[in-house]
Structure formats: C-alpha cells, structure tokens
C-alpha cells in the first residue's frame, strides 16, 4: 500500500509540475466555466437582432411588432417594403429575420388564418430560443383574439436559399476552426520542438531568413488546408447533401487564414521554450477562440462585452467570411472580412519574424 501512495504521490508531482498537466488540470476548466457563464449570463446586451418586413398597415401588425419588442429578447430593425425581403437576407448574411404579409390584420378581421414567416439559421444557438419567444407571442395573441383558436401561425424557413439545411449552415464554422487549429497548433508546436531540439540553431548557419521560413511553412498550410476543405466538400455532398457553394472567394479565405493564423502560431512561438508550454499556450489562446468566434453559435446571444471581444479574435472574420461567401453569396461582405485578415496576418507577420530568435534561450 505503501508503494502505491508513494508512486501516485510521485507521479501527481511530476504530472502538476508539467504545463499542459496544470494547464487541463486547473487552468481549462477555469476557462471553460468562465467563458460559458459569461456567454449564457445575459449580461448587459442588447438582445437578438430581428430585421421585419411589414407589408401590412393594419393595428394588428403593429401590436405584433409592439409584443415582440416588448419581449426584450429582440431588437428590432424594419426592412424596407421595396426590398426583396431574400435578397436583404443574403445582402446583410442575416440569420434571424422576420416577414409580416400585407394582409396579415384582414385575415385577422375575417377569422382566416395567416402565417408570419420566420427565416431561421437553425445553426445558430439563438434561433431555437428566438422560435420559442416568437412563438409565445404569437400565442399570446391569439389568446387575446379568440380565446383558443389558433388564427395567427408561423412558418420557418432558412435564410438564403430554400435548399440550404442546417448542416450548410454549420460548415463555414468547421473550416474556420479547422483552419485555425492546423495552422496555429502545428507552427505553435513546431517552433517549439525547434527550439528545444536546437533546429533553429542550425537554420541560422544555412542563410535563411525567418520570414522565408515563415513563407514556407504559409504554403505547406495553404495546401494542406485546400486540399482538406475539398475532401470535406465532397464527403459533405455525398454524404449529406450539402448545398452551400465552394466558391473561390472560400479558397481565397481559406488561404489567408492559414497566413494568419501561420504567422500567430510562429509569433506564439516566439515565447515557448519547449512542447509542453507550446501546447499550453496554443490552447489557453485556440479554446476562447472556438467558442466565441461564431463557429458553435452566434455572437448576438452573447452579452455586449462578449461580443466585443469576439470581434477582436481573428478566428471571427473567418469565419464570417466563409458564412457570407459560402452560404448567403454576398461577396462584399466577404471581402471586408478577408481584407481584414489579410491586414491582421500581416501584422503578426511582420512581428513574428522580427521577434523570433534562432538562439538559445
């Protein structure tokens, strides 16, 4: 019995004393907790975004959109009668937005039915809360009317379009997160195996400088990460009957954020001395990064200060990126967010081969 405490005592020393044993043992859990709290706390934010469409001038689609802001879940934006509410959808890569038909208050006054249409990205962690409250208000409503009979009802459908599912929805996520975590951890990782096993020592002596080895390691990640996002592509057609479009935007962004985050996992680099504070560090700054660049649910659910910093994290605009091109076709949107990208690795770019050091430390 003995032997046994002593060897658990000792082996719980040594496992403490590494850094990716305190880092999952005590740090992970402490990030985790802290992160969905604050998601899933409300806090001070503004709600979800509604965008609604109302075509109809009668009191009763007022006092829906009355009940509905008044729920202090939504905030509302009004779209424009002249607009095609589905070209607004994919314009703007809405993912909640609501269409109220132009005679929504005379079926109500002849006891006909109607349907206020409800376009939902069912991704979206939001979108089952925002059907529930909208369905609530609804009900209410006809409660008010008639008692029981159910003369307002709501249809669902996707925003963009009407072929698109769920899982279309979900896969620019994947991508992003998969772009991120190939091109982070592997160069995170690599510079610190390097390093503790004096590779870089003998780079020094070959001539090469930090920034082509940067390069290098950019282009092995660029084709990796295309070749991956077409096997997912086709195994995703094959076997799930995707929808969404491979366009050459997606590869285009795909390619710049194997260069960002390339060069963010060689600027970690910069700091690690060995794996283990290379797997430390590629996590304590990947994990925040999957759960709140949109790629398990959307922003708008979080609290404002939440929000503000997704939008510091560049795992984000990739992700934003990929939804807009692949999903809603909206390209300008696409490009803003790839210019950003671009501009973001540029700077961890530059960085990252400045602070590097070939040399012992």
């Known amino acids: 019995m003995n032997r046994i405490l002593s060897d658990a005592l000792s082996f719980g020393r040594q496992y403490i004393r590494t850094k990716v044993g305190a880092f999952f043992t005590f740090i992970f859990p402490l990030l985790l907790i802290m992160l969905f709290g604050a998601v899933?706390?409300?806090?001070?934010?503004?709600?979800?975004?509604?965008?609604?469409q109302n075509m109809d001038d009668g009191p009763y689609s007022v006092a829906l959109m009355d009940a509905l802001n008044s729920t202090g879940y939504f905030e509302i934006h009004l779209i424009d009668r002249s607009s095609d509410i589905q070209e607004y959808i994919s314009e703007n890569s809405l993912s909640i937005a609501a269409f109220i038909p132009s005679n929504f208050t005379a079926s109500i006054l002849i006891d006909t039915h109607i349907d206020v249409i409800l376009y939902l990205d069912h991704s979206k962690s939001s979108s089952q809360i925002a059907a529930g409250v909208f369905q609530a208000v609804i009900a209410q409503m006809n409660y008010d009317l008639s008692g029981s009979e159910s003369i307002i009802g709501f249809a669902t459908q996707n925003p963009g379009s009407d072929e698109l599912t769920p899982y279309d929805f979900f896969l620019p996520g994947f991508v992003g997160l998969t772009v991120m975590i190939t091109a982070m951890y592997?160069?995170?990782?690599?510079?610190?195996?390097?390093?503790?096993?004096?590779?870089f020592k003998l780079l020094a002596t070959t001539g090469l400088k930090k920034s082509d080895w940067l390069v290098s390691k950019f282009l092995f990640n660029s084709v990796l990460l295309?070749?991956?996002?077409?096997?997912?592509?086709?195994?995703?057609?094959?076997?799930?009957?995707?929808?969404?479009?491979?366009?050459?935007?997606?590869?285009?962004?795909v390619i710049g954020g194997a260069f960002l985050f390339t060069s963010l996992g060689m600027l970690?680099?910069?700091?690690?001395?060995?794996?283990?504070?290379?797997?430390?560090?590629?996590?304590?700054i990947g994990?925040?990064?999957?759960?709140?660049?949109?790629?398990?649910?959307?922003?708008?659910s979080m609290p404002e200060y939440m929000q503000m910093i997704s939008k510091a994290m560049p795992l984000t605009y990739l992700n934003d990126g990929l939804r807009d091109t692949m999903i809603f076709g909206n390209e300008t949107s696409a490009l803003v967010n790839l210019a950003i990208?671009?501009?973001?690795?540029?700077v961890f770019f530059v960085l990252a081969s400045r602070l590097m050091s070939w040399k012992e430390k």
Request: overall charge negative.
């Open 341 to 346: 990208i671009v501009l973001m690795g540029m």
């Open 287 to 300: 994990f925040p990064m999957m759960f709140l660049s949109g790629s398990f649910w959307d922003l708008d």
């Open 40 to 52: 899933f706390s409300g806090g001070d934010g503004g709600g979800i975004s509604l965008h609604v």
């Open 186 to 199: 592997f160069m995170t990782s690599m510079c610190a195996e390097y390093r503790s096993r004096g590779y």
């Open 226 to 253: 295309i070749a991956s996002l077409l096997v997912t592509f086709a195994v995703a057609m094959l076997v799930f009957d995707l929808n969404a479009v491979l366009t050459p935007l997606s590869l285009i962004l």
């Open 268 to 284: 970690l680099g910069t700091i690690v001395k060995d794996p283990e504070s290379g797997s430390a560090i590629s996590n304590a």
